[in-house]
């Protein structure tokens, strides 16, 4: 009897390690601004991502593989994205790290990843991050030239050849500033103004009059929300009846909400899909993915997906195509490098040894606020 | 350069400044009462700001109603932590007591964050959005909402200061702590009436700048500073001192932007507090104290 049971235990044992060999976990590691000042992108990345593991490990995981998801919060902090990138790579030995949130941080964890040969996905838009092209380094957010483009392309269309910028003074703000500079040169169109402000200023009208004496055809202001909110008021304020653009930063319903529907009337903007995804056309094949995330993120968390979570859920997706090729670290980025025509959630991504992000213009649409509404400039 | 735009700068400026005088006057009100800077004062800003809209947004009350609740609640936020934090600390000195307003500062930031999230929110307008022309500049109704609370408001303060007892004896306080314990006067209890002014001035100075500023659980910092840096500017004074301080910070900083670079706003704000403070530390408008031996 003893003999029977202890060969059951032996079989079990054996059975149960096979079925573990055959399909070992994969340890995804994230890094995320969860807390902190860059919270309004790390928090729902990190909700995200913890929704997309608990529903691929619901169904058995990816390929047969169970998923392990470490994250860990950076505050948005250089330094600790640092020790912690190398914390997910030494203590927790992930096979792809997901993040960090900020270009800052993400600029200081590169040469980590590099030296450990893991691949990094961030979830940053700066286009420092994949240009040139570093080996083990991919990105799923569109350049935030991609954006700049856009909106010179519609001010092209509307002849606006005088432009006014107002960019806020932090890393989003002054990269835009460059791109937005460069680009306008390029294209020919003229600066006439070029104005800053702080992050947390509450009355922008100084900077505004200074445009309005440059009487420029258009305005671009680049920021995230509270600013371009608090511009937009101002900008009723002086009774100005100048075009006015945002960036791709205030693309949701908050800016909306902070602006009124009244000062905000006729603002356009670049816009991830997911913002407008109701009112794209029916055969778009992105429709369903941006409908269903959407959902899913309301259902398990309250509020609307944002653009941001949706860099999170661009990296998963990728992962989740690369792993059907092999689980280890080398195996991964050179299935990453050869993704072709991923539907997702940022856009359509379309890798090469060339090019690590893999959106191209049709990443955004332009968009116009309508009567506290999106709807799509066409 | 054309006059309009002058003007046009000369009023953002001032409206911005009254903003400012308003919160440096909470500032000013407990350094003369305690000797003691309270750097949480930023944080009663923003807790009559987001205690206002929690009470028209969640409980949906009519917004007089919901003023007169934030101003309570946040008044009874600066008594529990004047009780808390500051009273159990019987001998500190000054600059400890400084130390500790600006971990109270981060508490009660934290718990807002906590309680009501990272968002920003907007409030309505007490009078609507229709600006209003002055020669070729424009204001809105909310900055003479703000003009008129700061008014009464420096009023109220300076009759409280020079006409009541417990005004007087809070100024005594300020001069010789000891001195006026020994002539009967109840420190302890000033000390707490100060932080429960300041406490409501402050709440009050945010819900009336709310709805042009828009509120979030961090939006006291910047705003404290800049409080701040006006009561220094005058001095300290829980009077008109401040009153200017407040606005001539407002009108450089406007000027500075309008007419140099507007990258450098807060630059200027921070260069003037810094010079003031080396040069006239007792501020622009006080004279020179002399110390009698």
């Not at chain 1, 470490?70 to 948005?76: A, E, I, L």
């Not at chain 1, 319903?253 to 056309?281: C, H, N, S, W």
């Not at chain 1, 990443?363 to 009567?371: G, L, P, Q, W, Y």
């Not at chain 2, 500017?233 to 670079?261: D, N, Q, R, Y």
């Amino acid at each position: 009897m003893k003999r029977i049971v202890t060969l059951a235990a032996v079989l079990v044992t054996l059975f149960v390690a096979t079925t573990v060999m055959a399909a070992d976990p994969v340890r995804i590691g994230a890094l995320f601004a969860v807390t902190g000042p860059a919270s309004f992108l790390g928090e729902p990345e990190k909700n995200t991502l913890e929704m997309l593991v608990k529903e691929a490990n619901a169904k058995g995981g990816i390929g047969g593989h169970k998923v392990e998801l470490v994250v860990y919060d950076t505050q948005g902090d250089v330094t600790k994205a640092v020790q912690l990138a190398n914390k997910l790579i030494k203590n927790d030995k992930v096979s792809v790290i997901v993040g960090p949130s900020t270009t800052g941080e993400t600029m200081a964890v590169i040469p980590v990843a590099e030296k450990e040969k893991v691949p990094l996905i961030s979830c940053a838009a700066g286009i420092k991050i994949t240009d040139p092209v570093k080996k083990w380094v991919f990105k799923t957010p569109a350049n935030d030239h991609v954006a700049a483009e856009k909106i010179l392309i519609q001010a092209t269309k509307l002849k606006q050849k005088n432009l006014a910028i107002i960019t806020v003074s932090d890393g989003f703000g002054s990269s835009g500033r460059e791109q937005l500079k460069a680009l306008a040169g390029e294209k020919g169109f003229k600066i006439v103004a070029d104005e800053v402000y702080g992050p947390k200023d509450t009355d922008m009208t100084a900077q505004l009059t200074k445009i309005k004496a440059a009487k420029p055809d258009a305005i671009i202001c680049w920021g995230t929300n509270p600013g371009p909110a608090i511009i937009a008021r101002n900008i009723k304020q002086l009774g100005m009846k100048v075009p006015l653009y945002m960036s791709h930063g205030v693309a949701s319903k908050k800016f909306i909400e902070l602006a009124g529907a009244d000062a905000a009337e006729g603002i356009m903007l670049p816009a991830g899909r997911l913002t407008v995804y109701d009112k794209l056309q029916k055969n778009d094949p992105q429709v369903k993915l941006l409908r269903d995330y959407d959902q899913a993120y309301k259902k398990a968390y309250g509020v609307e997906a944002s653009t941001f979570g949706g860099y999170a859920y661009d990296a998963f997706l990728l992962i989740t195509g690369a792993l059907k090729k092999g689980s280890n670290p080398e195996q991964i980025r050179d299935s990453l490098e050869q993704t072709k025509k991923l539907v997702s959630i940022s856009g359509v991504f379309t890798m090469s040894p060339a090019d690590h992000n893999g959106l191209d213009l049709s990443a955004f649409e332009m968009i116009r606020v309508a009567k506290g509404d999106w709807e799509l400039v066409k | 350069m054309h006059f309009d735009q002058i003007s046009q700068y000369l009023l953002s400026g001032l409206s911005t400044g009254a903003i400012y005088a308003l919160i440096g006057v909470g500032f000013s009100i407990i350094h003369n009462s305690t000797g003691i800077i309270n750097f949480a004062q930023g944080e009663f800003v923003m807790l009559g700001g987001m205690l206002t809209l929690f009470f028209l947004s969640a409980l949906k009350l009519p917004l007089i109603i919901a003023v007169v609740l934030a101003i309570g609640v946040a008044t009874l936020a600066g008594v529990v932590f004047e009780r808390l934090a500051i009273r159990p600390m019987k001998d500190a000195s000054p600059i400890s007591l400084v130390i500790i307003t600006i971990g109270g500062s981060i508490l009660i930031r934290g718990i807002a964050m906590l309680l009501w999230g990272k968002e920003t929110h907007a409030i309505p307008t007490f009078s609507g959005n229709d600006p209003i022309l002055v020669g070729e500049a424009t204001i809105l109704p909310q900055h003479l909402w703000i003009f008129a609370v700061t008014a009464v408001v420096i009023v109220c303060t300076k009759l409280y200061f020079s006409f009541t007892i417990s005004g007087k004896a809070m100024r005594a306080c300020a001069y010789n702590r000891r001195a006026a314990g020994l002539v009967g006067i109840d420190v302890k209890r000033m000390v707490f009436f100060s932080f429960a002014i300041s406490a409501a001035m402050g709440s009050m100075a945010g819900i009336i700048v709310a709805p042009l500023t828009m509120t979030s659980y961090d939006v006291g910092v910047m705003l404290g500073l800049k409080g701040f840096c006006a009561a220094i500017i005058g001095g300290m004074s829980s009077g008109l001192g401040t009153v200017f301080g407040g606005v001539i910070l407002g009108i450089l900083e406007s000027l500075g932007a309008g007419l140099f670079s507007s990258g450098y706003k807060d630059a200027i704000a921070f260069v003037i507090l810094l010079v003031i403070l080396l040069v006239r530390p007792q501020g622009l408008f006080k004279k020179g104290e002399t110390e009698r031996v």
